[in-house]
């Protein structure tokens, strides 16, 4: 109900035939147009939902202006509308006859899942409104409000999803209840039924109207754009119909005549509605006034004079606002370059010290401090002794620097307190040289991995001795 109070009043400021204004307001002009947009049906299904859907719009018209601002104009418009509803019940049919037995009556119950019908109607029209429109220099802002009657000449029903399932119940025969027997008419039915709308013989009326723009392409022809809106205030439907949109033959459930919502007892009442955007192209002439075509003529002569003039003066300005803009442009491309330059200097400085981080890290993560066998002590080449110098040099000047030092053994002895004690005693070997160097303890972590982790074999003096080690990584 809402939207249909809306409907009317967008349709009470609007205008349904579009009429034109060009350098010179005509007093008649004749066209051709066409739109689209929600051209559909609003009705409320008694078992189902219903959505709008949309369509198109084409008409002939001719408007007559009376002075500069107000008109009246006739047409003949054709509309496409179109609507969908969708079903979910059980439709209910009792006292039918049984096909074999005619002494067996049973009731037919017909369930509908997600049964989705399209509807639709072409309507003729004939389109009566006064008409307004405030005129500028070669377009005109056009508008008004008017009736339309409404001829409904086809429509059609059309099954677009779902299905139907048919089953009966023999009360005679104890409540007995029959399904999925095709053979006896009783199964489940894929929706590509069609049917032609039949119940629309009732002649309508709507109001209607539109809001647009005419631009003159030249002194007679022009073309409009604009929006349009109706709504049928009458029923479409010709009568209330008693029907089920299933109809069985009372002796043979197999053959099934399908009614649709408007020609079935699911709708009794249903209303035109449609708005949209539509395009449009006219022709126009004006009465003949001599005086009034010698004025336009002088009035178009003092204002070619007058544009002449003004196209010097605005030339002029022209110049220099292009000049004052190359300059500005010049002094933005050379600090553009400027600032390019120096982003790309850093960006070069940044890359650098990234590289050379990275390189550090590496070096660093590389060394292995070894140690004799059940010893702690240290015993750190002069190339990686340099390298955990520079980093505690690198983490007393950054105190975010955190490490790790995990230290190692060979499988000599006891497995577990290789890792509890052998290795953590090396691991903290080293943490203490490197706090002797100033580095605050507590950016270093202490962890042992035991003999669990060799880089070279156990069986030999050599291997054992490259797996007694410490090695660092950055946490």
């Given at each position: 109900?809402?939207?249909?109070?809306?409907?009317?009043?967008?349709?009470?400021?609007?205008l349904?035939?579009?009429?034109?204004?060009?350098?010179?307001?005509?007093?008649?002009?004749?066209?051709v147009?066409?739109?689209?947009g929600?051209?559909?049906?609003?009705y409320?299904?008694a078992n189902?939902?219903?959505?709008?859907?949309?369509?198109?719009?084409?008409?002939?018209?001719?408007?007559?202006?009376?002075?500069?601002?107000?008109?009246?104009?006739?047409?003949?418009?054709?509309?496409?509308?179109?609507?969908y509803?969708?079903?979910?019940?059980?439709?209910?049919?009792?006292?039918?006859?049984?096909?074999?037995n005619?002494?067996?009556?049973?009731?037919?119950?017909t369930?509908?899942?997600?049964?989705?019908?399209?509807?639709?109607?072409?309507?003729?029209?004939?389109?009566?409104?006064?008409?307004?429109?405030?005129?500028?220099?070669?377009?005109?802002?056009?508008?008004?409000?008017?009736?339309?009657?409404d001829?409904?000449?086809?429509?059609?029903?059309?099954?677009?999803?779902?299905?139907?399932?048919t089953?009966?119940?023999?009360?005679s025969?104890?409540?007995?209840?029959?399904?999925?027997?095709?053979?006896?008419?009783?199964s489940?039915?894929?929706?590509?039924?069609n049917?032609?709308?039949?119940?629309?013989?009732?002649?309508?009326?709507?109001?209607?109207?539109?809001?647009g723009?005419?631009?003159?392409?030249?002194?007679?022809?022009?073309m409009?754009?604009?929006?349009?809106?109706?709504?049928?205030?009458?029923?479409?439907?010709?009568?209330?119909k008693?029907?089920?949109?299933i109809?069985?033959?009372?002796?043979n459930?197999?053959?099934?005549?399908?009614?649709?919502?408007?020609?079935?007892?699911q709708?009794?009442?249903?209303?035109?509605?449609?708005?949209?955007?539509?395009?449009?192209?006219?022709?126009?002439?004006?009465?003949?006034?001599?005086?009034?075509?010698?004025?336009?003529?002088?009035?178009?002569?003092?204002?070619?004079?007058?544009?002449?003039?003004?196209?010097?003066?605005?030339?002029?300005e022209?110049?220099?606002?292009?000049?004052?803009?190359?300059?500005?442009?010049?002094?933005e491309?050379?600090?553009?370059e400027?600032?390019a330059?120096?982003k790309?200097?850093?960006?070069k400085?940044?890359?650098?010290?990234?590289?050379?981080?990275?390189?550090?890290?590496?070096?660093?993560?590389?060394?292995?401090?070894?140690?004799?066998?059940?010893?702690?002590?240290?015993?750190?080449?002069?190339?990686?002794?340099?390298?955990?110098?520079?980093?505690?040099?690198?983490?007393?000047a950054?105190?975010?620097?955190?490490?790790?030092?995990?230290?190692?053994?060979?499988?000599?002895?006891?497995?577990?307190?290789?890792?509890?004690?052998?290795?953590?005693?090396?691991?903290?070997?080293?943490?203490?040289?490197?706090?002797?160097?100033?580095?605050?303890?507590?950016?270093?972590?202490?962890?042992s991995?035991?003999?669990?982790?060799?880089?070279?074999?156990?069986?030999t003096?050599?291997?054992?001795?490259?797996?007694?080690?410490?090695?660092?990584?950055?946490?």
């Open positions: 109900m809402k939207l249909r109070k809306s409907i009317i009043a967008i349709a009470a400021a609007t349904a035939i579009s009429a034109g204004a060009q350098t010179v307001a005509h007093d008649n002009y004749f066209g147009s066409f739109g689209g929600l051209n559909t049906m609003l409320k299904p189902g939902q219903q959505q709008v859907g949309a369509g198109f719009d084409a008409a002939l018209y001719y408007g007559r202006f009376f002075n500069k601002t107000v008109g009246l104009g006739v047409g003949l418009n054709y509309s496409w509308a179109n609507a509803a969708t079903y979910n019940w059980n439709e209910v049919t009792p006292g039918l006859i049984h096909a074999s005619p002494n067996i009556d049973y009731t037919l119950t369930g509908f899942q997600d049964f989705v019908e399209r509807q639709n109607v072409g309507v003729l029209s004939i389109p009566v409104e006064v008409l307004f429109r405030k005129a500028f220099n070669r377009s005109a802002l056009i508008g008004g409000v008017g009736l339309s009657v001829f409904p000449i086809h429509g059609a029903y059309y099954a677009k999803g779902g299905s139907y399932k089953s009966g119940m023999f009360p025969l104890g409540n007995y209840a029959v399904e999925d027997m095709p053979e006896h008419g009783f489940t039915y894929n929706t590509t039924q049917a032609k709308f039949n119940n629309r013989a009732k002649v309508g009326a709507s109001v209607i109207g539109d809001l723009v005419r631009v003159a392409l030249n002194d007679n022809w022009g409009y754009f604009g929006i349009y809106a109706g709504y049928g205030f009458t029923n479409l439907l010709a009568e209330a008693a029907d089920e949109m109809m069985v033959n009372p002796t459930s197999a053959q099934i005549d399908y009614r649709g919502t408007f020609d079935s007892n709708a009794a009442k249903a209303n035109l509605l449609k708005a949209g955007v539509k395009i449009a192209i006219d022709f126009g002439w004006p009465a003949v006034d001599k005086k009034a075509l010698e004025a336009e003529r002088i009035a178009r002569e003092q204002f070619v004079a007058d544009s002449i003039a003004n196209e010097q003066r605005i030339a002029a022209i110049a220099a606002r292009e000049k004052a803009e190359a300059e500005r442009i010049a002094r491309k050379a600090e553009a400027r600032i330059a120096e790309a200097a850093a960006e400085a940044e890359a650098e010290r990234i590289a050379a981080e990275k390189a550090f890290i590496q070096r660093v993560e590389a060394i292995s401090v070894h140690f004799d066998v059940e010893g702690a002590k240290l015993n750190i080449p002069e190339a990686e002794k340099a390298v955990v110098d520079e980093l505690c040099e690198k983490m007393k950054d105190k975010s620097i955190k490490i790790v030092i995990t230290g190692h053994t060979d499988n000599y002895g006891d497995p577990r307190q290789n890792l509890e004690f052998y290795g953590i005693r090396r691991a903290e070997s080293l943490r203490d040289y490197m706090v002797k160097q100033g580095v605050d303890v507590n950016q270093i972590r202490c962890a991995k035991g003999q669990t982790e060799p880089i070279a074999p156990n069986n003096r050599e291997g054992r001795a490259q797996n007694r080690r410490a090695v660092i990584r950055f946490e």
